[in-house]
Protein backbone atom coordinates (compact mmCIF):
# COMPACT_ATOMS: atom_id res chain seq x y z
CA UNK A 1 0.00 0.00 0.00
CA UNK A 2 2.63 2.46 0.76
CA UNK A 3 2.75 5.64 2.49
CA UNK A 4 -0.39 7.27 3.12
CA UNK A 5 -1.30 10.62 1.40
CA UNK A 6 -1.06 13.63 3.50
CA UNK A 7 -3.58 16.47 2.48
CA UNK A 8 -5.37 19.78 3.78
CA UNK A 9 -9.02 19.70 2.54
CA UNK A 10 -12.51 20.84 3.19
CA UNK A 11 -16.16 18.98 3.02
CA UNK A 12 -19.51 19.71 2.67
CA UNK A 13 -22.55 17.97 3.35
CA UNK A 14 -26.29 19.44 1.81
CA UNK A 15 -29.50 18.47 0.40
CA UNK A 16 -29.58 20.12 -3.13
CA UNK A 17 -26.52 19.78 -5.49
CA UNK A 18 -26.23 23.88 -5.70
CA UNK A 19 -25.90 24.29 -2.02
CA UNK A 20 -23.44 21.59 -2.07
CA UNK A 21 -21.35 22.97 -5.12
CA UNK A 22 -21.89 26.56 -3.70
CA UNK A 23 -20.56 25.73 0.02
CA UNK A 24 -18.05 23.57 -1.27
CA UNK A 25 -16.52 26.64 -3.63
CA UNK A 26 -16.42 28.96 -0.31
CA UNK A 27 -14.08 26.40 1.06
CA UNK A 28 -11.63 26.58 -1.76
CA UNK A 29 -9.42 28.06 0.25
CA UNK A 30 -9.09 24.49 1.72
CA UNK A 31 -8.05 22.92 -1.48
CA UNK A 32 -7.83 23.59 -5.04
CA UNK A 33 -6.10 20.92 -6.34
CA UNK A 34 -9.09 18.62 -6.97
CA UNK A 35 -12.87 18.03 -6.55
CA UNK A 36 -15.57 15.97 -5.88
CA UNK A 37 -19.13 15.29 -5.62
CA UNK A 38 -21.16 12.33 -4.17
CA UNK A 39 -24.61 12.06 -5.23
CA UNK A 40 -26.78 9.65 -2.85
CA UNK A 41 -30.14 8.63 -3.75
CA UNK A 42 -32.53 5.31 -2.57
CA UNK A 43 -29.68 2.51 -2.57
CA UNK A 44 -28.08 4.66 -4.80
CA UNK A 45 -24.37 6.65 -4.87
CA UNK A 46 -22.83 8.50 -7.89
CA UNK A 47 -19.61 10.25 -7.47
CA UNK A 48 -17.72 12.51 -10.16
CA UNK A 49 -14.01 13.75 -9.28
CA UNK A 50 -12.27 16.12 -11.19
CA UNK A 51 -8.51 17.93 -11.27
CA UNK A 52 -8.50 21.73 -10.63
CA UNK A 53 -11.03 23.61 -8.43
CA UNK A 54 -14.50 23.32 -7.86
CA UNK A 55 -15.14 25.26 -10.97
CA UNK A 56 -13.37 23.35 -13.52
CA UNK A 57 -16.86 21.83 -13.91
CA UNK A 58 -20.23 24.07 -14.63
CA UNK A 59 -22.60 23.63 -12.16
CA UNK A 60 -25.20 23.11 -15.38
CA UNK A 61 -23.49 19.84 -16.21
CA UNK A 62 -23.29 18.06 -12.80
CA UNK A 63 -27.13 18.53 -13.04
CA UNK A 64 -27.31 16.99 -15.88
CA UNK A 65 -24.80 13.98 -15.15
CA UNK A 66 -26.54 14.17 -11.65
CA UNK A 67 -30.79 14.94 -12.32
CA UNK A 68 -32.20 16.10 -8.96
CA UNK A 69 -35.00 13.65 -8.58
CA UNK A 70 -32.91 10.86 -8.42
CA UNK A 71 -30.84 12.23 -5.33
CA UNK A 72 -31.76 13.32 -1.46
CA UNK A 73 -27.92 14.19 -0.41
CA UNK A 74 -24.85 15.30 -1.48
CA UNK A 75 -21.21 14.97 -0.38
CA UNK A 76 -18.35 17.11 -1.67
CA UNK A 77 -15.24 17.82 -1.50
CA UNK A 78 -11.61 20.15 -1.88
CA UNK A 79 -8.07 19.38 -1.87
CA UNK A 80 -4.58 19.89 -2.35
CA UNK A 81 -2.21 17.91 -4.08
CA UNK A 82 0.47 16.85 -2.06
CA UNK A 83 2.30 14.17 -4.07
CA UNK A 84 2.48 11.95 -6.90
CA UNK A 85 0.89 12.52 -10.84
CA UNK A 86 -2.28 13.82 -12.31
CA UNK A 87 -3.48 10.68 -12.26
CA UNK A 88 -2.80 9.61 -9.09
CA UNK A 89 -4.41 12.75 -7.98
CA UNK A 90 -7.60 11.94 -9.35
CA UNK A 91 -7.70 8.55 -7.48
CA UNK A 92 -6.56 9.48 -4.67
CA UNK A 93 -9.39 12.55 -4.98
CA UNK A 94 -12.41 12.51 -2.51
CA UNK A 95 -14.63 11.00 -2.21
CA UNK A 96 -13.44 7.47 -2.08
CA UNK A 97 -15.24 4.61 -3.14
CA UNK A 98 -15.90 1.02 -2.60
CA UNK A 99 -17.06 -0.77 -5.80
CA UNK A 100 -19.09 0.92 -8.58
CA UNK A 101 -18.60 1.53 -12.55
CA UNK A 102 -15.70 4.06 -13.36
CA UNK A 103 -15.22 5.79 -16.34
CA UNK A 104 -12.05 7.63 -16.77
CA UNK A 105 -12.20 10.91 -19.04
CA UNK A 106 -8.35 12.34 -18.67
CA UNK A 107 -8.75 15.17 -16.11
CA UNK A 108 -12.33 13.12 -13.87
CA UNK A 109 -13.81 10.12 -13.71
CA UNK A 110 -17.34 9.40 -13.02
CA UNK A 111 -18.11 6.27 -11.08
CA UNK A 112 -21.93 4.66 -10.77
CA UNK A 113 -23.57 2.91 -8.49
CA UNK A 114 -21.35 2.70 -5.80
CA UNK A 115 -21.78 0.46 -2.65
CA UNK A 116 -19.63 2.88 -0.14
CA UNK A 117 -18.55 6.55 -0.49
CA UNK A 118 -16.48 9.35 1.83
CA UNK A 119 -15.07 12.49 1.83
CA UNK A 120 -12.56 13.05 5.09
CA UNK A 121 -10.87 16.06 6.29
CA UNK A 122 -7.67 14.88 8.47
CA UNK A 123 -5.25 12.46 8.13
CA UNK A 124 -4.87 8.72 10.07
CA UNK A 125 -1.59 7.15 10.35
CA UNK A 126 -1.06 3.56 8.80
CA UNK A 127 -0.93 1.84 11.95
CA UNK A 128 -4.51 1.80 12.79
CA UNK A 129 -5.77 -0.08 9.47
CA UNK A 130 -4.32 -3.34 10.73
CA UNK A 131 -7.74 -5.21 10.37
CA UNK A 132 -7.68 -4.48 6.75
CA UNK A 133 -6.58 -6.33 3.92
CA UNK A 134 -3.90 -4.23 2.20
CA UNK A 135 -4.97 -6.03 -1.31
CA UNK A 136 -8.02 -4.15 -1.32
CA UNK A 137 -6.73 -0.83 -1.46
CA UNK A 138 -6.00 1.14 -4.92
CA UNK A 139 -4.21 3.82 -3.56
CA UNK A 140 -2.34 5.81 -0.97
CA UNK A 141 -4.84 7.36 0.46
CA UNK A 142 -5.45 7.10 4.15
CA UNK A 143 -9.25 8.02 3.58
CA UNK A 144 -9.80 4.47 1.17
CA UNK A 145 -8.91 2.86 4.20
CA UNK A 146 -11.13 4.64 6.42
CA UNK A 147 -13.73 3.46 4.46
CA UNK A 148 -12.55 -0.24 4.31
CA UNK A 149 -12.42 0.44 7.92
CA UNK A 150 -15.79 1.50 8.14
CA UNK A 151 -17.21 -0.96 5.95
CA UNK A 152 -15.97 -3.83 8.12
CA UNK A 153 -16.11 -2.65 11.39
CA UNK A 154 -19.06 0.60 11.25
CA UNK A 155 -19.14 3.51 12.68
CA UNK A 156 -19.05 3.10 16.48
CA UNK A 157 -15.80 0.16 16.05
CA UNK A 158 -14.42 3.17 14.24
CA UNK A 159 -14.86 6.42 16.60
CA UNK A 160 -13.71 3.97 19.59
CA UNK A 161 -10.27 2.46 17.46
CA UNK A 162 -9.44 5.50 15.40
CA UNK A 163 -8.60 8.14 17.61
CA UNK A 164 -7.78 10.76 15.11
CA UNK A 165 -7.52 12.92 13.01
CA UNK A 166 -10.92 13.14 10.66
CA UNK A 167 -14.25 14.32 10.33
CA UNK A 168 -15.27 12.26 8.01
CA UNK A 169 -18.82 11.87 6.18
CA UNK A 170 -19.75 8.21 4.98
CA UNK A 171 -22.48 6.79 3.08
CA UNK A 172 -23.68 3.32 2.29
CA UNK A 173 -25.87 1.91 -0.56
CA UNK A 174 -27.74 -0.42 1.73
CA UNK A 175 -28.38 2.13 4.40
CA UNK A 176 -30.35 5.24 4.47
CA UNK A 177 -28.84 8.84 4.55
CA UNK A 178 -25.38 9.54 5.44
CA UNK A 179 -22.92 9.43 8.62
CA UNK A 180 -20.49 12.17 9.62
CA UNK A 181 -18.06 11.14 12.34
CA UNK A 182 -15.66 13.73 14.06
CA UNK A 183 -12.97 12.29 16.31
CA UNK A 184 -12.57 12.20 19.94
CA UNK A 185 -10.11 14.95 19.80
CA UNK A 186 -11.66 17.58 17.67
CA UNK A 187 -8.47 18.31 15.62
CA UNK A 188 -10.39 19.00 12.11
CA UNK A 189 -12.59 21.03 12.29
CA UNK A 190 -16.63 20.60 11.19
CA UNK A 191 -19.65 22.32 11.91
CA UNK A 192 -23.51 21.62 11.91
CA UNK A 193 -26.32 24.01 10.32
CA UNK A 194 -29.59 24.36 8.88
CA UNK A 195 -30.57 25.22 5.23
CA UNK A 196 -34.11 25.24 4.55
CA UNK A 197 -35.25 23.71 7.42
CA UNK A 198 -32.54 20.72 6.60
CA UNK A 199 -29.37 19.81 8.04
CA UNK A 200 -25.93 21.03 6.50
CA UNK A 201 -22.94 20.06 7.33
CA UNK A 202 -19.25 21.87 6.29
CA UNK A 203 -15.28 21.72 7.87
CA UNK A 204 -15.85 26.02 8.31
CA UNK A 205 -18.99 27.84 9.35
CA UNK A 206 -18.00 30.62 6.22
CA UNK A 207 -19.59 27.67 3.65
CA UNK A 208 -22.45 27.60 5.29
CA UNK A 209 -23.15 31.59 6.36
CA UNK A 210 -22.28 32.51 3.02
CA UNK A 211 -24.76 30.58 0.94
CA UNK A 212 -27.76 31.36 3.33
CA UNK A 213 -27.51 28.58 6.13
CA UNK A 214 -27.83 29.26 9.57
CA UNK A 215 -25.16 27.96 11.91
CA UNK A 216 -26.18 25.83 14.88
CA UNK A 217 -23.10 24.07 16.58
CA UNK A 218 -19.77 22.84 16.34
CA UNK A 219 -19.93 19.06 15.50
CA UNK A 220 -19.26 17.52 18.80
CA UNK A 221 -16.23 15.85 18.76
CA UNK A 222 -16.14 11.87 19.37
CA UNK A 223 -19.68 11.77 17.86
CA UNK A 224 -21.91 9.93 15.04
CA UNK A 225 -24.01 12.75 13.33
CA UNK A 226 -27.21 10.69 11.09
CA UNK A 227 -28.55 12.98 8.62
CA UNK A 228 -31.56 11.54 7.11
CA UNK A 229 -32.99 11.62 3.58
CA UNK A 230 -35.66 14.38 4.83
CA UNK A 231 -32.72 16.49 6.13
CA UNK A 232 -32.52 15.44 9.93
CA UNK A 233 -29.74 15.33 11.87
CA UNK A 234 -29.58 12.92 14.89
CA UNK A 235 -26.48 12.77 17.15
CA UNK A 236 -25.07 9.80 18.87
CA UNK A 237 -22.27 10.47 21.27
CA UNK A 238 -19.73 7.16 20.84
CA UNK A 239 -16.83 8.29 23.08
CA UNK A 240 -15.86 11.08 25.27
CA UNK A 241 -14.34 13.84 24.26
CA UNK A 242 -10.71 14.46 24.76
CA UNK A 243 -10.14 17.68 22.93
CA UNK A 244 -6.86 18.40 20.95
CA UNK A 245 -8.16 21.20 18.16
CA UNK A 246 -5.28 22.29 15.77
CA UNK A 247 -3.77 25.89 16.43
CA UNK A 248 -2.72 25.94 13.00
CA UNK A 249 -6.59 25.69 11.73
CA UNK A 250 -6.90 29.05 13.43
CA UNK A 251 -3.50 30.52 12.65
CA UNK A 252 -3.55 29.63 9.02
CA UNK A 253 -5.60 27.43 7.40
CA UNK A 254 -9.25 28.46 8.42
CA UNK A 255 -10.92 31.33 6.61
CA UNK A 256 -10.75 34.89 8.29
CA UNK A 257 -14.41 35.17 8.62
CA UNK A 258 -14.76 31.79 10.18
CA UNK A 259 -15.88 30.65 13.53
CA UNK A 260 -13.91 27.61 13.72
CA UNK A 261 -14.47 25.76 17.27
CA UNK A 262 -16.51 28.44 19.30
CA UNK A 263 -13.68 31.11 18.25
CA UNK A 264 -13.57 34.09 15.74
CA UNK A 265 -10.70 33.44 13.63
CA UNK A 266 -10.40 37.04 13.23
CA UNK A 267 -10.88 37.63 16.21
CA UNK A 268 -8.15 35.71 17.63
CA UNK A 269 -5.72 36.55 14.79
CA UNK A 270 -6.42 40.04 16.02
CA UNK A 271 -5.20 39.29 19.76
CA UNK A 272 -2.15 37.36 18.57
CA UNK A 273 -1.00 40.60 16.62
CA UNK A 274 -1.35 42.71 19.56
CA UNK A 275 0.65 40.12 21.34
CA UNK A 276 3.20 40.07 19.01
CA UNK A 277 3.45 43.25 19.47
CA UNK A 278 4.36 43.53 23.06
CA UNK A 279 6.84 40.37 22.55
CA UNK A 280 8.62 41.13 19.00
CA UNK A 281 8.43 44.78 18.08
CA UNK A 282 12.20 46.11 17.07
CA UNK A 283 12.74 50.16 17.70
CA UNK A 284 12.13 52.74 14.99
CA UNK A 285 9.62 50.58 13.11
CA UNK A 286 8.66 52.84 10.12
CA UNK A 287 5.97 50.67 8.37
CA UNK A 288 3.59 47.79 9.36
CA UNK A 289 2.34 45.37 7.02
CA UNK A 290 1.86 41.92 6.02
CA UNK A 291 1.68 39.01 3.56
CA UNK A 292 -1.46 38.62 2.15
CA UNK A 293 -3.63 37.65 3.14
CA UNK A 294 -4.15 35.81 6.29
CA UNK A 295 -2.31 38.18 8.79
CA UNK A 296 -4.26 41.41 7.73
CA UNK A 297 -6.04 41.35 11.16
CA UNK A 298 -3.03 40.51 13.52
CA UNK A 299 -1.28 43.47 11.13
CA UNK A 300 -4.03 46.17 12.01
CA UNK A 301 -3.90 45.74 15.62
CA UNK A 302 0.35 44.92 15.48
CA UNK A 303 0.05 48.79 14.00
CA UNK A 304 -1.83 50.37 16.08
CA UNK A 305 -0.11 48.92 19.61
CA UNK A 306 2.75 50.44 18.35
CA UNK A 307 1.17 54.21 17.31
CA UNK A 308 1.40 53.49 13.78
CA UNK A 309 -1.40 52.80 10.37
CA UNK A 310 -1.14 49.81 8.70
CA UNK A 311 0.09 49.84 4.81
CA UNK A 312 -0.62 47.46 1.96
CA UNK A 313 2.81 46.73 0.25
CA UNK A 314 2.44 43.41 -1.19
CA UNK A 315 -0.31 41.81 -3.38
CA UNK A 316 -1.18 38.17 -4.83
CA UNK A 317 -2.80 37.42 -8.17
CA UNK A 318 -4.74 34.67 -6.36
CA UNK A 319 -5.29 33.21 -3.31
CA UNK A 320 -2.93 29.59 -3.92
CA UNK A 321 -1.26 28.99 -1.10
CA UNK A 322 2.57 27.96 -2.01
CA UNK A 323 2.93 26.23 1.40
CA UNK A 324 0.56 23.34 0.17
CA UNK A 325 2.42 22.39 -2.93
CA UNK A 326 4.20 18.96 -2.86
CA UNK A 327 7.49 19.92 -3.11
CA UNK A 328 10.07 22.88 -2.61
CA UNK A 329 10.56 23.83 -6.23
CA UNK A 330 7.20 24.07 -7.06
CA UNK A 331 6.65 26.31 -3.84
CA UNK A 332 9.59 28.52 -4.74
CA UNK A 333 7.39 29.05 -8.36
CA UNK A 334 4.62 29.26 -6.57
CA UNK A 335 5.21 32.55 -4.37
CA UNK A 336 7.72 34.11 -6.51
CA UNK A 337 4.49 33.91 -9.43
CA UNK A 338 2.25 35.12 -7.54
CA UNK A 339 3.71 37.57 -4.75
CA UNK A 340 4.90 40.84 -5.71
CA UNK A 341 5.27 44.76 -4.34
CA UNK A 342 2.25 47.67 -5.17
CA UNK A 343 4.30 49.80 -6.95
CA UNK A 344 3.66 52.45 -5.74
CA UNK A 345 5.25 51.13 -2.34
CA UNK A 346 9.07 51.64 -4.13
CA UNK A 347 9.98 55.05 -3.06
CA UNK A 348 7.78 55.12 0.18
CA UNK A 349 9.85 52.45 1.42
CA UNK A 350 12.88 52.60 0.47
CA UNK A 351 15.49 53.95 3.46
CA UNK A 352 12.65 52.56 5.87
CA UNK A 353 12.34 50.26 8.98
CA UNK A 354 9.65 48.00 7.92
CA UNK A 355 7.56 44.85 10.14
CA UNK A 356 5.63 42.47 7.96
CA UNK A 357 3.22 40.53 9.84
CA UNK A 358 3.17 36.70 8.96
CA UNK A 359 0.88 33.66 10.39
CA UNK A 360 4.03 31.33 10.74
CA UNK A 361 7.97 30.82 9.06
CA UNK A 362 7.54 27.06 8.58
CA UNK A 363 10.23 26.48 5.32
CA UNK A 364 11.21 29.78 4.64
CA UNK A 365 10.03 30.29 1.13
CA UNK A 366 7.59 33.23 1.82
CA UNK A 367 9.77 35.13 3.75
CA UNK A 368 12.71 34.35 1.12
CA UNK A 369 10.24 35.95 -1.27
CA UNK A 370 9.43 38.90 1.07
CA UNK A 371 13.50 39.73 1.69
CA UNK A 372 14.18 39.98 -2.49
CA UNK A 373 11.21 42.09 -2.58
CA UNK A 374 12.45 44.33 0.21
CA UNK A 375 16.11 44.64 0.16
CA UNK A 376 16.61 43.51 -3.69
CA UNK A 377 14.16 45.47 -5.44
CA UNK A 378 13.22 48.46 -2.95
CA UNK A 379 16.66 49.28 -0.57
CA UNK A 380 14.87 49.38 2.78
CA UNK A 381 17.10 50.10 6.07
CA UNK A 382 16.04 47.35 7.36
CA UNK A 383 13.12 44.57 7.51
CA UNK A 384 11.79 41.75 10.16
CA UNK A 385 8.99 39.22 9.48
CA UNK A 386 7.34 38.63 12.73
CA UNK A 387 5.04 35.56 13.36
CA UNK A 388 2.09 35.29 15.35
CA UNK A 389 3.12 31.35 15.95
CA UNK A 390 5.82 30.15 17.23
CA UNK A 391 8.42 27.95 15.68
CA UNK A 392 7.27 24.82 13.66
CA UNK A 393 8.82 21.46 13.27
CA UNK A 394 11.51 21.80 15.92
CA UNK A 395 12.88 18.98 18.34
CA UNK A 396 10.91 18.71 21.10
CA UNK A 397 12.35 18.43 24.57
CA UNK A 398 11.83 14.87 24.41
CA UNK A 399 14.16 14.75 21.45
CA UNK A 400 11.64 14.12 18.89
CA UNK A 401 11.52 15.61 15.67
CA UNK A 402 8.26 17.61 15.48
CA UNK A 403 5.51 17.74 11.96
CA UNK A 404 2.24 17.23 11.58
CA UNK A 405 0.49 13.85 11.10
CA UNK A 406 -2.64 14.97 11.78
CA UNK A 407 -3.39 16.29 8.11
CA UNK A 408 -1.20 19.51 7.56
CA UNK A 409 1.44 18.99 4.78
CA UNK A 410 4.47 19.09 7.40
CA UNK A 411 5.58 15.77 8.32
CA UNK A 412 8.15 15.35 10.57
CA UNK A 413 10.71 13.78 8.58
CA UNK A 414 10.27 15.64 4.86
CA UNK A 415 9.71 18.97 5.56
CA UNK A 416 12.69 20.88 5.25
CA UNK A 417 11.76 23.13 8.30
CA UNK A 418 13.71 26.02 8.76
CA UNK A 419 13.65 26.63 12.77
CA UNK A 420 14.72 22.40 13.17
CA UNK A 421 18.43 22.75 14.99
CA UNK A 422 18.27 26.75 14.69
CA UNK A 423 18.24 29.38 16.79
CA UNK A 424 16.54 32.86 15.70
CA UNK A 425 19.57 34.58 15.14
CA UNK A 426 21.05 31.46 12.67
CA UNK A 427 17.19 31.45 10.57
CA UNK A 428 17.44 35.23 10.02
CA UNK A 429 21.64 34.49 8.54
CA UNK A 430 19.90 31.77 6.63
CA UNK A 431 16.65 33.64 4.82
CA UNK A 432 18.38 37.45 5.22
CA UNK A 433 16.02 39.41 6.81
CA UNK A 434 15.48 39.74 10.71
CA UNK A 435 13.10 36.72 11.46
CA UNK A 436 11.20 37.06 14.81
CA UNK A 437 8.47 34.35 16.46
CA UNK A 438 5.91 34.92 18.95
CA UNK A 439 6.57 32.87 22.18
CA UNK A 440 5.09 29.69 22.87
CA UNK A 441 3.52 31.13 26.16
CA UNK A 442 2.03 34.16 24.22
CA UNK A 443 0.16 32.27 21.69
CA UNK A 444 -0.99 29.91 24.51
CA UNK A 445 -1.99 33.23 26.32
CA UNK A 446 -3.86 34.74 23.37
CA UNK A 447 -6.19 31.44 22.66
CA UNK A 448 -7.19 31.49 25.81
CA UNK A 449 -8.19 35.09 25.68
CA UNK A 450 -10.01 34.51 22.66
CA UNK A 451 -12.05 31.83 24.57
CA UNK A 452 -10.01 28.43 24.17
CA UNK A 453 -7.79 26.86 27.24
CA UNK A 454 -4.18 25.75 26.12
CA UNK A 455 -4.82 22.04 27.34
CA UNK A 456 -7.67 22.06 24.58
CA UNK A 457 -5.31 22.55 21.78
CA UNK A 458 -2.53 20.41 19.74
CA UNK A 459 0.82 22.01 19.73
CA UNK A 460 2.46 18.70 18.73
CA UNK A 461 4.49 20.43 15.73
CA UNK A 462 5.73 23.52 17.98
CA UNK A 463 6.98 21.27 20.99
CA UNK A 464 3.69 20.20 22.63
CA UNK A 465 2.24 16.68 23.57
CA UNK A 466 1.22 14.07 20.73
CA UNK A 467 -2.48 14.76 21.32
CA UNK A 468 -3.73 11.04 21.44
Known amino acids: MGEFLEHNCGLVVAHTLH ?27 D ?6 PVKAVALSS ?37 GGIEEYYGSHVIIRDCDFAAVHNGQVEEKYFSSIDKSLLRTACDTEALLHYFARHGEFQFL ?59 LVPGSVYYLTPTGVAQRRQVVEPA ?50 NSPEAAADVFAEKI ?20 SQEKRDVAIEENLFLLPRMR ?16 RGTVIKRVQQLLYTEVGVAEAFVINYTPPIGIIGADGIARGCMFGVNMPADKTNFIARGRTQEEISREVGIQVRYISLEGMLKGFQRAGIPPQHLCTYCIGGKHPF
Not at 309 to 324: A, G, H, N, P
Request: aromatic share 6%; glycine share 8%; proline share 3%.
Open 62 to 98: LEDIFPSSNYHTYMAHVRYKTKGSEMDLLRSAHPQTI
Open 307 to 326: GKIVTSVFYKLDEVRSFMEP
Open 243 to 292: LSYCFFEHNYLGHRDSITNGVSINELRMILGEIAAEECCPEGIDVVTWVP
Open 160 to 218: HDIPGSYTIALAQKERAGVMVLRDRTGIKPGVLGEKDGKAVIASEDIALRKNGAVLKRN
Open 347 to 362: ERLKGKRVAVIDDSTV
Open 19 to 45: DAYAMIQDLQHRGRDAAGIAAIGDRRI
Open 47 to 52: VMKWIG
